[in-house]
C-alpha cells in the first residue's frame, strides 16, 4: 500500500523536527565565542531519544553543514539553522511534491534533477530520506 501525499509530508516534518531540536538545544547552550558546550548524551536525555539516533543526528547535521565541530570534545558551531533552504531535507519536500504528481519518473533520478534544477548527487542523498517518510 502506497503512503499518501500528506503522511510523507507529516513523516518529513518530523525528520525535520527531530533535527532542529538538536540544533536548538545547541544554540540554547552557546556561549559568547558562539560554541556550545553540551553533550550527545545529553541532548538524547532532553530529547527523549537514544544516544545513537542523537549521534546519527549530529553526523547528518555536520554532513549538512549546519553544525560543525569547535575543536574540544562536546563542542560545536551551528552555521545555519534553515534546514528547509540550505539541506537535503528541503529538498525532499520538493521531490515527494514531483513525484506526486509525475510517477512516471520515480526512477528516473535524472529527469528529476532536471525538473528540480539539482545535480543528480542531489537526488540520490534526498531520495536517501525519501526511504524513511515512505515507511
Not at 525528520?15 to 556550545?36: A, M, P, R
Amino acid at each position: 500500500m502506497a503512503v499518501s501525499l500528506e503522511k510523507q509530508i507529516q513523516n518529513t516534518n518530523y525528520l525535520v523536527e527531530s533535527y532542529t531540536q538538536v540544533i536548538n538545544l545547541l544554540l540554547e547552550h552557546k556561549d559568547n565565542e558562539g560554541i556550545s558546550r553540551i553533550s550527545q548524551s545529553e541532548i538524547a536525555r532532553k530529547l527523549g531519544a537514544s544516544q545513537s539516533a542523537i549521534a546519527k543526528r549530529f553526523s547528518n547535521l555536520i554532513k549538512f553543514g549546519a553544525i560543525k565541530k569547535s575543536g574540544y570534545k562536546n563542542a560545536y558551531t551551528v552555521i545555519y539553522v534553515d534546514l528547509f533552504n540550505f539541506s537535503p531535507l528541503g529538498l525532499l519536500f520538493k521531490l515527494i511534491i514531483l513525484l506526486d504528481k509525475n510517477p512516471e519518473i520515480i526512477n528516473d533520478y535524472y529527469k528529476q534533477a532536471e525538473l528540480l534544477n539539482v545535480s543528480y548527487h542531489d537526488i540520490q542523498i534526498a531520495r536517501g530520506y525519501l526511504s524513511f517518510v515512505v515507511t
